[in-house]
């Protein structure tokens, strides 16, 4: 009875496995895009590896054919393709982006208004036990250009847009579209970039000016204008240039306090010399002074008694 059970569980988590994951996956199951532009269906598949036949030998499988079709439920047979592995050059409009062992994405260009249909892929192996279709498929709508408004949009938070900065602008409508190809404008003048996304930067006050885009295969889907204005200083170059030209000014005010303080002490010492000089000179001419003073009473002492020694020779001879 438990081993009966555990088959049972076993044989429901199987099923649910292969609910949750069937052969075949479609990303999307609906898209839309705009005439004369380019769209993608992405798509995996995951072939059946091996089946036992009624001899109960394991048959292993290979993938042989693969095949997009429009409008048909099971795209078997002869079905009209708009791409088959087996016939690639069906049309260069469809180009299968896939292989054949998992990836089986399916690229539309220059879409028109009659691919507005269900596609689906199927896989063919080597036997029929690793055929599949998967029957939900992708429902694409295509719209007209009249009924298309094209949008630029900004990236980002910040409402100021500055010099140094960047910003990234994008081009798309209402009609969820892929792989866009579009021209942009700047003040009616056309730029070089097509893609949806268009990146500025580092912006300079040029740059500013009135975005549009519009679809590049087909006219009169120009975007409504968005105004862009670039202003003030490079983003992130002021607290940078702020920070460094600080730095140079406090090592030059270092500098240059040094240099005065150094003048001041040789100054100081200057003057300190000086004034000790000042200081000795009139000691020096005292000391002459006194000197001179008492050779000059010595001298004329001795005159005066080398006076009274001749007065007195005199008086007596």
Known sequence: MALHLLIFCCSCSLLLTDAA???????????CAVEGSSVTLPCTFTPKKSFTDDGGKTVYLKIIRVVWCK??????????TVYDSN???????????????????????????????????????????GHFTNT????????VPGWVQMEVSRSGKHTEVRKGGTVTLSC???????????????????????????????LTAGESGNY?????????????PYSLKVEGQEDGSFPLTAAVTGGVLLAAVALVAAAVVAV?????????????AEEKL????????????????????????????????????
């Open 21 to 31: 994951a069937p052969p075949i996956i479609y990303q999307l199951t609906s898209t």
């Open 282 to 317: 009139p000691e020096d001419v005292s000391y002459v002074s006194v000197h001179f003073n008492h050779n000059k009473q010595a001298r004329q002492t001795k005159q005066d008694e080398d006076a009274v020694i001749y007065s007195s020779v005199s008086g007596r001879g």
């Open 172 to 202: 798309s409508s209402r009609c969820t579209t892929h792989q866009l190809e579009v021209t942009w404008y700047r003040d009616g003048h056309a730029l070089s970039e097509s893609g949806p996304a268009l990146r500025l930067g580092p």
């Open 136 to 143: 939900i498929g992708v429902k694409v709508t295509v719209r």
């Open 71 to 80: 409008n048909h439920l099971i795209c078997h047979g002869s079905t009209p």
């Open 87 to 129: 016939s690639p050059g069906t049309t260069s409009r469809y180009q299968y982006l896939g292989d054949m062992e998992r990836n089986c994405s399916l690229l539309i260009r220059n879409i028109q208004t009659y691919d507005g249909r269900t596609f689906r892929f199927r896989m063919e192996a080597n036997a029929t036990e």
């Open 264 to 276: 001041v002490i040789k100054r100081k010492r200057a003057a300190a010399d000086d004034s000790r």
């Open 212 to 224: 549009t885009c519009e679809l590049k295969a087909l006219k009169n889907t120009e975007s409504q």
